[in-house]
């Protein structure tokens, strides 16, 4: 399948990083799935597991209470992860992709040492996902998606394992390593934040979200079973089910 995005195409594989946590295991994969099938080029994917960033020495941090996931600071090794080289794409596991990601790509500027979307989001409640502590703090969701520009060189000082184990959630999740100006920005559509964006009927094409979060937690939870968008992400899971069921089918004739 060719690539509508000749800045994109011909490259080596965009390489994506989805934050992962065992007890949302369900979501990753269709994360993943989402990437990879609506994908018009080729991507590499990575899981970033916290025990094998402990493992490696490369992670440290005691976990805290306001962790809701296990990625809740690990997200910040994208630029370590990714060799300090060229782009990368950070991206939480409660997103279903909709759209072609090599447009989310095509849009990196080098004049930015990270792009993502400006919300403005103070949720109400004061629990999410299946229990864990909802907190407000300034930029909150901004670190949900990321486009890392890995070589610039604030985020090679910045990021380093020190500095993600030790350093301070508002230095990490503010992007205090940066002056404002190095912030790029992404359209709202690419971390259509559930229960809190909104698509405008009168312009569905510049509001309409071409990536899902669900960040207040997913049908993969009883408790939000019923979300707005749960249809998309159940559709995503029952087709990656039947292509699992295929497989091991076609392993068993093989056999």
Request: some cysteine; glycine content about 6%; aromatic content about 12%.
């Amino acid at each position: 399948m060719g690539s509508e995005f000749p800045n994109v195409a011909g490259e080596e594989p965009i390489r994506v990083f989805i934050g992962y946590d065992p007890r949302e295991d369900v979501a990753y994969q269709v994360c993943r799935r989402s990437l990879i099938r609506r994908s018009s080029v080729p991507l590499s994917v990575h899981p970033i597991r916290q025990a094998d960033l402990r493992a490696a020495g490369l992670y440290w941090r005691p976990c805290g209470p306001t962790e809701s996931t296990e990625f809740s600071f690990t997200r910040f090794l994208t630029p370590y992860l990714a060799g300090h080289r060229g782009w990368a794409l950070f991206v939480d596991c409660d997103f279903l992709f909709l759209h072609d990601p090599a447009a989310l790509f095509a849009l990196r500027d080098p004049s930015f040492a990270v792009m993502c979307v400006h919300h403005d989001y103070a949720p109400s409640e004061t629990t999410k996902m299946d229990g864990a502590v909802q907190t407000v703090y300034p930029r909150k969701n901004w670190s949900s998606l990321v486009l890392y520009n890995c070589a610039h060189r604030k985020n090679v000082a910045a990021l380093t394992p020190d500095a993600v184990s030790t350093r301070s959630g508002a230095f990490l999740h503010r992007f205090m390593w940066l002056d404002d100006a190095e912030i790029g920005e992404i359209p709202v559509v690419w971390n259509f934040l559930v229960g809190h964006n909104k698509v405008d009927p009168a312009n569905p094409d510049n509001t309409a979200p071409k990536a899902i979060h669900y960040t207040s937690g997913g049908p993969w939870f009883d408790r939000y079973k019923d979300c707005e968008f749960a249809d998309l992400w159940i559709n995503e899971l029952e087709e990656l089910n039947a292509e699992k069921a295929a497989e091991d089918e076609k392993k068993k004739k093989n056999n």
